[in-house]
């Protein structure tokens, strides 16, 4: 079994929702995926430990131990050449706030994106209609951003904090 990135998306979409599935449809919906590719994204993270076997639930402490250890090595950063797009990394939410981006000397990393407001250094997303399922969905996105920075889009620093933020949004006393 290989976890394929539309699998991980599909993780962070349930953690959006706060772990109501819905339908196969409903949740593949603004990924852009099929009924039957969700059911075969979300059978893929099963086997890989990141959905529960009982309910279909992100199992949190495999979560939180998978994207600041694993998700480099799984599905690493790719950056590319200069673009617009739309803006990931420290350029995002949750993480901007953290920053001042009007004096931090790293290029902001973006999505690449025709209709995007922001330019910098182009960054693959984890697969290609995050993009638009982050435009549909403010905490998916949100969850795509901590993902880009632990992919390796983002400075010690800014692993830092998004690790600090993962921790804070799963913690173990919350349902799912």
């Known amino acids: 079994m290989i976890l394929k990135p539309q699998d991980l998306l599909i993780v962070l979409k349930l953690l959006s929702r706060g772990g109501k599935r819905g339908t196969f449809a409903e949740l593949g919906k603004q990924p852009g995926m099929s009924a039957p590719e969700t059911n075969a994204a979300l059978h893929r993270a099963r086997q890989a430990g990141l959905i529960s076997q009982i309910a279909d639930t992100a199992v949190k402490s495999a979560v939180a131990e998978y994207l600041p250890h694993g998700l480099k090595y ?103």
Not at 132 to 161: M, S
Request: glycine content about 8%; aromatic content about 6%.
């Open 74 to 176: 799984s599905f690493p950063a790719q950056p590319g050449r200069r673009t617009r797009g739309m803006p990931t990394g420290f350029a995002a939410p949750p993480l901007a706030e953290h920053f001042n981006l009007s004096s931090d000397d790293q290029e902001v990393m973006v999505w690449p994106d025709p209709e995007g407001e922001q330019a910098g250094m182009e960054l693959k997303p984890l697969c290609r209609s995050a993009p638009l399922a982050a435009k549909n969905d403010p905490d998916l996105y949100e969850w795509l951003v901590l993902a880009d920075v632990l992919r390796g889009a983002g400075r010690a620093h800014e692993k830092e904090i998004a690790e600090s933020i993962i921790r804070q949004r799963l913690s173990y006393d919350a349902p799912g």
